[in-house]
């Protein structure tokens, strides 16, 4: 089945230390999104790529940042963490990002805990 | 700009009763209009969407009518069941493709 598949499903670092998260698609979608919930509030866009374009949301802390190396897979990378980053982080994808039609498929999220 | 208003939860319902969660929106131009559902643990998952104006979105028992003139889109069942228990949440998409979702609303079903 095509999917949109995150590892690791849990993450614990520690304060400051950095971490990556990864996400793959397997949907071939062009668009990739990265999403931070806290406990069951909405997800908050963090930044998505259309292609190989970045687009960063006005909000986002410099901390976050993230690559695209190929159309399959999508890096958050958290620079130095903190307590207030634990939550959970969903990835999306969809065909397009300039139509209103497209849906959007999320991956399963991977649990940040920071200690 | 968009926006998305959900009723507030929890809403407790017993198993086959009837469930409506209310969705209203304000948005510029025509959006496209979903409902996604959220396990506990787990990433979101889409129930149904619906595009254009009177459209009906359907699924697994849940329905949604994309109603203009009163800016809803409603969820509804006939009949929940306990796996039904979950985070619902009402959502839009404009011209950016971008998502903007209400707040969720739980729903707990209780045998």
């Known amino acids: 089945d095509a999917m949109v598949i995150q590892n690791p499903r849990y993450q614990v670092t520690q304060f400051g230390k950095p971490v990556t998260l990864s996400c793959s698609q397997t949907l071939n979608h062009n668009v990739m999104y990265w999403y931070q919930q806290k406990s069951s509030q909405a997800p908050k866009l963090l930044f998505h790529y259309y292609d190989k374009d970045f687009n960063n949301e006005a909000d986002t802390p410099d901390n976050f940042q993230s690559r695209r190396p190929n159309t399959s897979f999508c890096f958050l990378d958290i620079r130095s963490p903190g307590l207030g980053d634990a939550a959970m982080y969903l990835c999306?994808?969809?065909?397009?990002?300039?139509?209103?039609?497209?849906?959007?498929?999320f991956g399963p999220g991977t649990r940040l805990t920071v200690t | 700009g968009n926006s998305v208003t959900q009723m507030e939860g929890p809403v407790t319902l017993s198993e086959e009763a009837f469930l409506t969660i209310n969705c209203t929106y304000t948005a510029t131009g025509y959006p496209s209009l979903f409902w996604y559902v959220q396990y506990p643990g787990e990433g979101l998952q889409l129930l149904l969407k619906?595009?254009?104006?009177?459209d009906k979105g359907s699924n697994k028992g849940f329905e949604a009518t994309y109603r203009k003139e009163t800016t809803s889109f409603h969820l509804e069942k006939g009949s929940v069941q306990v796996s039904d228990s979950a985070v619902y949440f009402c959502?839009?998409?404009?011209?950016?493709?971008?998502?903007?979702f209400g707040q969720g609303t739980t729903l707990q079903v209780k045998p």
């Open positions: 619906a595009t254009k104006a009177d």
């Open positions: 999306a994808t969809s065909r397009s990002g300039t139509s209103r039609a497209y849906e959007q498929y």
């Open positions: 959502a839009l998409s404009g011209n950016t493709g971008k998502l903007i």
